[in-house]
């Protein structure tokens, strides 16, 4: 009895609490049934609830769950809201009363304002050797494209007065909205003919050419295996293209080779459906003067089923007996290579760019080609220079030996040279040298055959050397230039290189003289360098 | 230096058994559903689109009571599974679009369609809907028949798996990937994008 005493103590403080509760419950139950429809809301209940609590807990989480579901409130979409940062007012407010509008062109930094006033300015019209104004001697142009000296040439000079006189200056409008005048359809059929291909079309531009062809053809989903030297807008348009790109090393066939074979494991793997593919590469490289072997690359696309597509932009009018490229040096018809794209700007001193191939390929860039769909066709006078600078090349296959011979000439001179080495292919007309690396005493002697990437290179001191090297053989009546590529932007960073463009237009006295100059004005730079 | 023949490289790692990926987030693929309206996908907040779910339920109940023999269980049971699948089927399973695909340029071909809805924006009164629609319709079920524990469990785990599981927001565009591989073939020629 003495310790039933402490929990009636405690039963006796919780009665009035359990009579509390019960009395609430009641009421709260009377209250409920006063509501109309609660009976029809109990028997629901009831009935749902089949005698089963573990079925009806799990229906009630269900509902909790669905209810939590339709209170949350919407979220941002994908569109762009990942970044949005929620300001209240007054940060707002601060924010818009800090804010000092930027100019909208930036200051040029002081290596920008030194580019800007090295770049030299001509009076009259450009050619092998134009005059400077700001000294008005004569230089030796090694910078321009005028590969067989078409730059300047007086029948086709006349040719375009005529056409001028004919049809007035601008074409217009676009090829496919008015655009196109005869002379235009006479030069695509000049190129098909003169390259063996069934036919060519044209664009305006030369740059925006293979930028275009290549989305034109390669879509999402597709596969390009795309060489890393490739010029920027080879790497544009492939990125436009959105397709999936595998890179090989710059010119390396067994790479190429393990590309290949890569994809066709991969495409095994994921059991996926075939797809187009596509090779794309240069035929002589624009950033290094690197020439394909074009029979071994047909051989590797036949074998493997793939598309090629070859941007002959400095190649077209500047190798083979009469300049139709790589085609006639390796001797391999035209219409091996599906897309074969060119630059009328380069090879035939005109302005634009086509792209030559099958007649389904040519008519499908008639719509597809954005460049082709959405640009001004090119003027008609410079359609009929691109015409006569073909009849030329044609009839006068001694330009192209003349330009073999003043390349020749020239690269004598400069591998004899200490300090650079030469990149590029010995019949390549764009002679590209760089600054040979210090290679200390411990490593290889193969110095400048080291693979792009391998070495690392200090981009602006290597570019204000070359710079110096421009200026001093500007000094001595030697016009050069350095090659020049937006960086940061380029897929693969190229090495500063200064690029020489050869041109059949020079004797070769003077090839050899302006050589000199170049390889005393590199001797001076680099001995004030060391 | 001459790469190795791929079949003797040394002993590659597997991947994991089970590897959650976010798939369709790169920029350019934003970009480019960015540019025209998403026809495939904003069909669901069109007139009649939600009540399409309750008139397809009920002509479904309909032919499947017809059969001769039908308990109200497998009834239920068939109705429910039966459109839990299909939903599955349309809004989880296929991605993409059918329509053409020069406005987009393939940028939706890694979405399924319930990721489309509404560019990606989660808890939408289109999404609500859809989410509600499969749980009204289990709950329903259960309380016109009493279920035996099979036939409840089975209704239960479609419910979970095929229609509440993948409406998640977490689990947008993410994918769930048994035995993935990878080993980067030919890992000297790199590839974009990767």
Known sequence: MENALPSSSVSSTLEPVLALLAYSLTKLETGFYQIPGSAVVARYVKSSHQNDPG????EVILIIFAIRTLLQSRTRSDRGGKHYIQFGDKEVDELVDEWTPEPLAQPLTEWEQKELASIPVIAGPNGPKPKLVSTGKTVTNLASYNFTGLAGNEHIKERAVDTLRKYGLGSCGPPGFYGTIDVHMDLEKDIAEFLGAEAAILYSQGYSTVSSVIPAFCKRG????????VNYAIQKGIQLSRSTVRWFD???LRSLEDALQAVERDRKKRKGPLTRRFIITEGIFERDGEMVDLPKIIELKNKYKYRLILDESISFGTVGRTGRGLTELYNVPASQIDMLVGSVANGLCSSGGFCAGSTIVVEHQRINGTSFVFSASMPALLAVSGSE???YLRNTPSTLSALQENIRALRAVLEKTEGIAILGHRASPIVHFSLRSVAPASLSPASAATPAGKESFDVDGEER???????????????????KYLRKQEMFEPRPTIRIAMTSALTRKEVEKAAGVVKASIARVLSRRR | PIPPPPNLKGRQRRGSIVKVEEVGGRTEELLDRNAYVNINANWVNAKGAWLIHVVLILLGKIVVDTVPGMTQQISWTLVNTIYLALSYLMFHWVTGMPFDSELHGGAYDDLTLWEQIDDGAQYTPARKWLFTAPILLFLISTHYTSYDPWPFAINLTALIVLAIIPKLPQLHRQR???????IASGAQTPVTPN
């Open chain 1, 55 to 58: 079925r009806t807990i799990l």
């Open chain 1, 222 to 229: 597709d596969i390009i295996v795309a060489d890393r030297g």
């Open chain 1, 250 to 252: 710059h010119n390396d």
């Open chain 1, 389 to 391: 600078a073909i009849t």
């Open chain 1, 465 to 483: 050397i070359l710079q110096e090297i421009v200026e001093d053989a500007l000094a001595n009546g030697v016009m050069l230039t350095r090659a």
């Open chain 2, 176 to 182: 769930v990937r048994f035995l993935a591989e990878d």
